[in-house]
């Protein structure tokens, strides 16, 4: 996990440099590490961007006592899993880390809200599409066990016409989002916050 040890860092910094307390911590991979507008898109959120570049769901676990250290958010928003399967993981694998980061949060914030955004179709990991689709279902069958856990499904709605992974919504290494995949996540995302917040 050496690798990260920059990026965690960089997040300790600026952890010390915020004059505010966040209400929502974005947790994740480079997904989140690259929104460009994510404390504007999610204004009314109080947000804080907690993704570090490349990680995996494994290494959100690793890093989570450190990162989440003198955070005190109402909920968090998690995207990883990606660049598990990336590197050859397999989903059960993938699955395992989430439970453990569950636990982690469980343990420090009790029963917050979670929200676990689905892994999205990639067109550079095309090759990797049955894997993908097989962590989103049991991780999402397993969500559906604790009212507490919330599934933000994005994969359907990054797809086109043909089922495929569509290109209007990635950078040219058809693996980053450009401005219209965020906004695409932002609607979404935003839409199951704000259902769950109006219930309560």
């Known amino acids: 996990m050496f690798w990260y040890e920059d990026e965690v860092k960089r997040l300790e910094r600026e952890r010390i440099s915020l004059s505010i307390s966040p209400r929502t911590a974005f947790y994740g991979s ?18 804080v961007n907690l993704g570090f570049g490349g990680s995996t769901l494994a290494a959100c676990v690793w890093y989570f006592d450190r990162i989440f250290s003198s955070y005190n958010p ?20 993938v699955f395992i880390s989430f439970k453990q980061l569950v636990v982690q949060i469980r343990n420090k914030y009790g029963t917050i809200p979670i929200f676990f955004v689905s892994i999205k179709p990639s067109i550079s990991r095309r090759n990797i599409t049955n894997q993908i689709k097989y962590t989103n279902h049991i991780i999402h069958k397993e ?7 919330h599934y933000v499904d994005i994969y359907q709605e990054m797809l086109d016409e043909n089922g495929e992974p569509n290109p209007n919504f990635f950078e040219p290494d058809g693996l980053h989002l450009n401005e219209k995949g965020y906004s695409l996540w ?6 199951n916050v704000n259902y769950f917040f109006n219930l309560i």
């Open 30 to 47: 480079s997904s989140i590490r690259l929104w460009p507008n994510l404390k504007e898109d999610f204004q009314n959120l109080s947000p």
């Open 143 to 149: 969500i559906l066990k604790d009212s507490t856990l």
């Open 186 to 191: 932002k609607n979404i995302i935003s839409i």
């Open 74 to 93: 109402d909920l968090i928003v998690v995207y990883a899993g990606d660049n598990d399967l990336g590197d050859g993981r397999h989903p059960e694998e």
